[in-house]
């Protein structure tokens, strides 16, 4: 029983971040055209997401390389 619990627990925990992500990640993707600081907002959505998947993750790492290239003035380039 208690671990029927346990697994409950984490699939709503789950769940919640699930859509607390998604909706500020939806936000930061609205104020792309819509007034608002989306360069913040979508790595905070992306951030929350990330610790539930990897695919967040993954992006949010993607996200983090091109504003350390930015900052070094190497701007959007792909160096591949």
């Known amino acids: ?3 029927l619990v346990l697994r409950t627990l984490g699939q709503a925990k789950r769940l919640i971040v699930s859509v607390i992500g998604f909706t ?10 819509l007034p ?3 360069v913040v907002v979508i790595p905070i959505g992306l951030a929350i ?9 993954k992006l949010l790492d993607t996200v983090k390389e091109r504003i350390a290239r930015m900052r070094k003035g190497n701007g959007l380039q792909n160096n591949r």
């Open 36 to 38: 608002g600081p989306a």
């Open 49 to 57: 997401l990330a610790t539930e998947f990897i695919w967040a993750r």
């Open 24 to 33: 500020i990640l939806a936000v930061g993707i609205a104020m792309i055209v």
């Open 1 to 3: 029983m208690k671990h």
